[in-house]
Structure formats: C-alpha cells, structure tokens
C-alpha cells in the first residue's frame, strides 16, 4: 500500500513539473491577442488570424495587406512569420489553428 502512495505522488510531481514547463516554455514567445489585434514584434506588426482550409501564409498574409501596394520578398514574409511563430512550420499550417502573420503598412499604429 505504501509504494502504491508513493507512485501515485511522484505521478502528480511529474504531471506539475510537465505542466509547468509546458506553461513556461513552449509559448512564452508568443503574444497574446485577440483576433485582428495588431502587436509589433521586432521590425514589424503581427496580426492573429485563424486558417482556414486551403489557406497558406502567403494567402493570408495577401488578405492582411490587401490596400497596400507594398512588394515584399517572399523570403522576407517567410522569415517574418517564423519569428513571429518560432515553432511554427510555414509550409504545414493546420486549418481552425491560430498563427501571428506580418503586417506591412506605413500606417500601422
């Protein structure tokens, strides 16, 4: 009866100490907004969108700045969106998810 205790509280210490690190680590980069809030990380301002189907980063990064007429590399947008999503492959985005995509607009607040 004794180990049966013992087991099941280094099972609780194990499952606090993943969670911990779960909550410290693994999006301590990422900011916390709302949809369409705008934040600057860097050189540049993110928004939060949600993907949907069929959609990608260069699709949706089009929609955001749709009024501007700003040609930006597509390497540049790649590199933007991993720093704005560091653990984050651009080329697999899972549709209903969250991810932060660059704003490039001179008249960003």
Do not use: H, W
């Amino acid at each position: 009866m004794n180990f049966i205790k013992r087991l099941a509280i280094y099972i609780v210490i194990l499952l606090l100490a993943f969670s911990m690190y779960q909550d410290l680590f693994k999006e301590a980069n990422m900011p916390r907004l709302q949809d369409d809030e705008m934040q600057q990380i860097g050189s540049f301002y993110v928004i939060k969108k949600q993907v949907a189907p069929g959609e990608n980063v260069l699709s949706i990064v089009e929609k955001v700045n749709k009024q501007e007429e700003i040609e930006i590399d597509i390497k540049q947008i790649m590199l933007d969106f991993k720093i704005a999503n560091p653990s984050v492959n651009p080329y697999q985005l899972t549709p209903g998810k969250y991810y932060f995509f660059p704003v490039y607009s001179d008249e960003v607040p």
